[in-house]
């Protein structure tokens, strides 16, 4: 313990000396700007992110608005710039005046912060012809280029954003690419698949996350860019068909790139993949997109592209029409010499063999059979098979023959694809009584024999021995119990001492930290203070759970149970974790069902404790997705109910090893001495004891890579007259508009609005809420009320709420703005913007009620000139406030918080002085701490009660203290106080206690 609080002490003192550095680095040498794109091109990774001025002039080769494409070209080359709805529209061919800087989004060089202006027109380059593999190489990419193919196939891509487009499948000597044009309300242009063309566009790269080439693209700027160079070819399906022998066989009369047509009976079907063909010559796979349902024994006639897959001929992007319903083809018997001979490969065959293993994934069921020696396995959907037989029983299977072959083309192995669930049929279950058995029942037995014969032995040597232990252990009962108690008296007076020393200077170091990183500071001084903040609070929780791990391990922890709200308990809760969230791109959720008690009596605190700890792991194991808590009734009864909560994350997981033994003290999932997660290992196991003491239980259900759901039940006390959840009047029938990205959150949101009587519209993004809001201003209908979601991919809410004002016929509509995290400026933009409401999330749905009664309620048009509806406005209440505290930085860090808060606020240095100061002038509130020189807070408070009595007054006095052991409570009620606060000062505690009402 000593080790740990001084390694913290040091990282603490050691950052706040970096939080003002005594010198400036001077500003390197000015960079050069750049004024041709090959200049720009040329530059490496470390280059281009130095950010070069940029000053050029270049014309648009392509241009789509619904995406971030933007393509330029100057004399020297192509380069790809980002675009953003709030840079203004181009055209190709207009000529362009840029200036920007150089840096680099993916795998190239690109322009940052471009700005650019219309200085007149220019011919696009003539382009270069230009092969596949001089595409794939990336030398082409951005570039002007012609090329020549094969429409493979054609559609109009839609629905998702970036994917409103014309889509083609060029086939081209060496591969296949994708040709992407603008969609301008055309259809797809079908009459090109399979005609030869020559397109003109810009040559483009697909990539993934790691910036690995994964294919490539033509972006072409309209239909007129293409042109065909040969008719439209006759209806294949009158031609005659080719034989599949004969498609499968090389020879220099096949078709070269054209579709080919195929007749026969289907033999598999694979659905949403393909199936299996078999005329007289052999049997072939096709690959459709085309929804279709065929079963086996269907004549069809199909046109499809030739293509190679895993050594072995198939046909690609196939159309299929079905001629006739025949007869099922029947499996040809076969065995395993003639399976890896290669000359049944996708037929369909039956052959026999035992059962060696089975394997189930998600999707696919699979066994693995042997005979001769020779192992072989058959697949199919989950639970095609049924009931599955036990290992060593002997099957006859059916389904189409797949060879495996290395490089050489040489027959590896084969497998087997199921139809049907009656192609794994048993022939012979597996004895279970086996020689092996036997004897490991003989030995059993045996073993078993002798163990009891040693017990007994041994049994009657301990009992002897116990006896005289438990009478030398009664005559020390006395003495050891009288050392119990002193020590439990000397444990409990030792936290208590710990608890004030240590929690009266971080209460310091917290909250100077925090006022300074209010006030303007450089970039590394806000860095490093940021630092010491986040290292403070670490070291505060570390302490906090050792604390109170030793105040359970000395049964010194009890329950305050009080009337308390649940949403407002969990929104507060909440509120403290949502920065967190923010800061990681997640998304953090509440739900509490409707038939959970809005009013319950408990143990608000310890609640909040267990549920903060809880969705505090859980942010801290996930790295991407989102965390939600989620409550809901168990059971009840007329006095009590018992709430089930859940914690859900999309985390690492936990192993199944380990679940049972995170609840053990000191110990974690993460554990090894190269762990990435922090934490005392006490958290989980004080959230066990909490839980026991509200008389639930707690569990953890988990899945390596596929995130944790930590489950507890907790029992409280209804109250006699339960207060409804509202439903007012003046908000029934409103129509509202959602906007958020994330479908937890619109299914939260839709469930509390209509609770209340509204009509909700959900939209997913921006062009989804855009073309909501633009059918019902045609319909002369806008949405009063637009609930939106700040940080969405793409199109951000303030973006969305401009696109919307634009509109005069919006004048009418309040917005109400919703984000994880705040940052600078926002409020200014909401003003600019005319919006009227800026809430925090999680949002209680108390609160959000009250925002959408106060915005619907504001007369003003647009809501311009009303004042902004936030969090703290919907509580905001002026207060006069004595502050009784003895410690000068502890008297700064009130001061600051209570007058940012604007209130007003008077200093005493200790008791007498507080008691002399409410003589002088009356106060809303008084802030008194517990230890002070010359009269203490205990009494002080007596004092004040004494004389309010004589004149029927009576002011709200809190206690303000570092003591946080049980009991300390109890003694600053007893005294005549009205609450207690617990040093380190929470900011969020103190707007609680300040929001409270007064006492006259």
Known sequence: MAQTLKTWSIVLVGLAGCAYPGELIPPSRPLPTLTTIAQIRKLNLTEARRGYPIHLRAVVTYFDPLSPDLFLHDPTGGIWVKWSPDRPRVSPGQLLELRGATTQTDFAPDVANPQWTVIGHSPVPAPRRVTFEQMASTAEDSEWVEVEGIVRQTAHLHGAPNQNVIWMDLGMLGGHIDVEIPWTGAPAPSELVDRRVRIHGVCGAEFNAMNQLVGVQLYVPSLQDISALEPPRPDLFAAPSMPIGELQRFGIQQPRGHRVKLTGVVTADLPGHGFYLKD???????????????????????????????????????????????????????????????????????????????????????????QNHVIFSISSRTGAFGKTPREGSLLRVSGICVDDRDSFGHVTGFRLIARFGDDVRILQRPAWWTLGRAAVLIGGLLALTLVGITWVIVLRARVQKQTQVISQKLSQEESLRQAAQLANRAKSEFLANMSHEIRTPMNGIIGMTDLVLDTPLAEDQREHLETVRSCARALLTVINDILDFSKIEADKLALDPIVFNLDDALGDALRGLAIQADNKGLELVCQILPDVPAQLIGDPGRLRQIVVNLIGNALKFTKTGEVILKVEVESHTEKEVILHFRVIDTGIGIAPEKQLKIFDAFTQADGGTTRQFGGTGLGLTISSRLVEMLGGRIWV???????????????????????????????????????????????????????????VTLAEDGAAALAQMESRIAAEEPFPLVIVDFQMPLMDGFEIVECIRRRPESNTTKFVMLTSAGQRGDVARCKTLGISAYLSKP????????????????????????????????????????????????????????????????VANNGQEAVQALDRERFDLVLMDVQMPIMDGFEATAMIRKKEKEKSEHTRIVAVTAYAMKGDRERCLEAGMDGYICKPIDPKELSVILAGPQLS
């Open 701 to 759: 259900e988990s899945e390596i890579g596929r995130g944790s759901t930590f489950h507890f039940t907790a029992r409280f006390t209804q109250v006699t007259y339960p207060v409804p959840r509202p439903r007012p009047a003046d908000v029934q029938n409103v129509s509202v508009l959602v906007v958020d990205d994330n479908a937890t959150n619109r299914r939260i949101l839709f469930e509390t609005l209509s609770g209340w009587g509204m009509k």
């Open 843 to 906: 949002v209680k749905s108390s609160d959000l009620l009250r925002c959408i009664q106060t915005v619907l309620g504001s007369a003003t048009p647009n809501g311009s000139s009303a004042p902004l509806v936030t969090r703290h406005s919907l509580r905001e209440e002026s207060r006069h406030v004595l502050l009784a505290e003895d410690n000068l930085v502890n008297q700064k860090l009130a001061v600051r918080l209570l007058e940012k808060q604007g209130h007003t606020v008077v």
């Open 280 to 370: 007289q010559t052999g049997t072939v796979y096709v690959e459709t997109r085309q929804e279709i349902v065929l079963e086996p024994g269907d004549q069809v006639e199909t046109l499809g592209f030739v293509g190679l897959f895993d050594q072995r001929v198939e046909l690609e992007q196939a159309v299929v029409r079905r001629t006739g319903v025949g007869r099922r083809v029947e499996p040809v018997p076969i065995t395993v010499e003639q399976a890896m001979s290669g000359a049944v490969d996708s037929e369909l065959v039956s052959l026999e063999g035992r059962l060696v293993e089975h394997s189930k994934l998600r999707h696919d069921e699979t066994l693995t059979l042997e």
